[in-house]
Structure formats: C-alpha cells, structure tokens
C-alpha cells in the first residue's frame, strides 16, 4: 500500500487536486517559482519530471536541491537557483508548468504583482498550465485593513498584497490567459482567505 503523505509530501491540497484531475503530463517540465522547501515538488521528483525551482532565499534553495538529490539524483543542481520571481535566469517558453503557491501575495505593490506574474507568464509555453495559490479579500472583505495600496493587515496579524476577482480577471486579460477553472476561495476561520486561479497560456 502506498503511504500517500510520503508519496507526496505536504503537497497544497489544490495542488494535488489538479494532479488528480490529469493536469501534469508525465514526463513534462515543471517550474516552482518561490518554491520554499520544496513541499510542493516530492510528487514530481518521485516521477520523472524535469523539476526546476527559484527562490530569493539561498537556504530554501539548498534544501530543495538535497530533496532532488534524494529523489531524483539525475537531475542538475542548476534546475534549482536563487532568484527572484520577477527576474528569472530561464528563456521564454521552456517550461509545461508553472507553480505559484503562496509567492503572489509577498508583492510590495501592483506593479511588482505584475512583473511576477508576467515573468512566469514568459518562460511558460503556449498551452502550458499556471497554478497560483494566493492570499486574497474574496470573503472577508470586512475583516480587513487597508494600508497602503492593496497591502492590507488581516485579521492573523500578516500584512499582504491582496487580491480581488476584479483584479484577478484584469490580470488575465492583460496576458491573455485562458481561465480553466472557476476561482476557488477557502476562508481559514476569518483569518484569512486563499484563493485558487488555474489558467492556461494561449
């Protein structure tokens, strides 16, 4: 029997979701851009995907490329690079997949938002799949405090760029990405609201 928390880590549940729904082709290219310690990276390590991953922190970095080595020792160390997300050392349109769970909502401001996303939105193939998860004010609208442009203080004490489905449909258009599902909005008792947005790259 399978032991699925080892199979797959502490994977975002949305994540696997649409691993259950056939979204991640064998074999295909995956980029986590901000990708932390790498939870969300084991399932595509254990699996034969060409797995690469940014983030600004040396640390984090370190520990995903001792995950890869232990999962998937054929990959390079060079797959994963200290980088910020709005600066990415990759050419246009080489990966099948791009994952951004939990990068967007770090944003200082709208304009940064936008460099982040039109930066993994660059080195994304045409057809190729965008996962975000990210911190937004869908849901708890009256919970929340306005700081400075779109930088709010939630009721969990963090201060973050926050979304809205206006913005979110803007940002869409103004790349023009291909929405595949319904935006998916969990309440986490008040505290704070995490919004799903999966689109495809025309």
């Known amino acids: 029997m399978i032991n699925v928390r080892e199979f797959f880590g502490d994977i975002d549940i949305y994540l696997f979701d649409q691993i259950l729904k056939g979204r991640f082709s064998i074999n295909k290219s995956i980029l986590d851009a901000g990708c932390g310690s790498g939870r969300n990276l084991i399932y595509f390590l254990r699996n034969g995907y060409e797995v690469f991953a940014v983030d600004e922190n040396p640390h984090a970095v370190k520990q995903v490329r001792l995950l890869a080595n232990a ?4 990959l390079s160390n060079d797959n994963f690079q200290v980088s910020a997300v709005e600066k990415m050392p990759f050419p246009d349109e080489c990966f099948d ?3 951004s769970s939990a990068v967007l909502h770090f944003a ?5 938002f936008y460099q982040m996303l ?3 939105w660059r ?3 045409s057809g190729g799949l965008f996962f975000a998860r990210l ?7 009256d919970k929340i405090q306005l700081i400075e442009e779109r930088k709010y203080l939630l009721p969990d004490g963090s201060k973050r760029f926050l979304v809205d489905e206006e913005l979110l449909n803007v940002a869409a258009n103004r790349i023009d990405a291909i929405q595949l599902e319904p935006l998916k909005t969990t309440n986490v008792q008040n505290l704070r609201c995490m919004t799903t947005w999966v689109l495809i790259k025309n």
Do not use: F, R
């Open 135 to 141: 911190a937004s004010t869908i849901g708890i609208e």
């Open 118 to 120: 039109e930066e993994m």
């Open 108 to 112: 200082e401001n709208e304009m940064q």
């Open 97 to 99: 997949a791009i994952i």
């Open 71 to 74: 999962l998937d020792p054929n």
């Open 123 to 125: 080195v994304l193939k």
